[in-house]
């Protein structure tokens, strides 16, 4: 059960790389279901599937999506909302219905009934055919953070103080970064049927390290990972600067 490790020279390799992956699948099946991440990582593949859509080379018109995330206390209309983010990298490029387009969404309502929907519509589309994930200093996948346990679906969380910390170059201040958030779950994200995830710069290195230690910890939500059947990690020189070759989960 190794995870598949590709690593590549640079960014734009690897986005390119995720971005085809992206292609490949909506072209076996027209009506993929597909699970994005947002953060830094992913803007660059966002960038090359636009191209590639500009390029008629990609299709998305029957393809349904799902974000990870979103934060409590952000309108939809905020330019740090993941709901604002999508639509600036994405969806206002691309043609995904708006209709098929699933981002949790928290402003004014209660966070149960947010993650008993989203979990309902997930099941409804039949699951994440493939699933793009980022990976956060401290091991988090989506905002599910290290602790003594994890959440198997949608939840309500409180972001850890690293993943704030993180987050607030995007803020004016520390202060402006919500303290909470919607994510789905592990057991929504590992049951997805394929999995990518990509890490880029020296900042991920140990978490990559530790995602593939074959050693599996609540404590670094991304070592779940380890045993899932079908996960590409595509990283940078950097991100895998620490991984070696008799590492475990990497032969
Ligand atoms: P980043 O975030 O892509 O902005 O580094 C990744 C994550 O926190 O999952």
């Known amino acids: 059960m190794a995870m598949d490790i590709v690593i590549v020279d640079s960014y734009k390799s690897m986005s390119i790389k995720a971005a085809e992956i992206i292609a490949e699948q909506v072209r076996k099946k027209n009506d993929t279901v597909l699970g994005l ?6 803007e660059g593949m966002y960038a090359c599937l636009i191209e ?5 080379k990609i299709d998305f018109s029957a393809v349904v999506t ?3 995330d979103e934060y409590i206390g952000l309108p939809p209309d905020h330019p740090q909302s993941y709901h604002h983010y999508m639509h600036r990298h994405f969806f206002d490029h691309v043609n995904v219905k708006a209709g098929n387009i699933n981002i949790p969404h928290c402003e004014g309502r209660d966070p149960g009934s947010i993650c008993r929907e989203y979990e309902r519509k997930i099941r409804e589309a ?12 401290n091991g988090h996948i989506g905002f599910n953070e290290p602790g003594e346990y994890l959440y198997t679906g949608t939840h309500l969380v409180e972001l850890a103080e690293e993943t704030i910390e993180a987050n607030s170059r995007f803020f004016d201040s520390r202060g402006e970064v919500p303290e909470q958030a919607v994510t789905m779950g592990v057991g929504s994200i590992m049951g997805a049927a394929r999995i990518v995830l990509l890490a880029s710069g020296e900042s991920k ?5 530790k995602m593939c230690s074959g050693k599996v910890s ?34």
Do not use: W
């Not at 590639?52 to 008629?56: A, G, L, Q």
């Not at 699933?131 to 956060?136: A, D, F, K, T, V």
């Not at 939500?221 to 070759?245: C, F, G, M, W």
């Open 218 to 251: 609540t404590g670094h939500p991304a070592s779940l990972l380890q045993l899932h059947r079908a996960v590409t990690v595509i990283a940078d020189r950097e991100a895998a600067s620490l991984l070696k070759n008799n590492n475990p989960a990497c032969q």
């Open 126 to 137: 039949e699951g994440i055919d493939l699933q793009i994930l980022g990976i956060g200093t």
């Open 205 to 209: 290195a140990e978490a990559v390290r």
């Open 37 to 42: 991440a947002t953060g830094s990582t992913p």
């Open 66 to 68: 799902f974000n990870l």
């Open 52 to 56: 590639m859509y500009d390029e008629k």
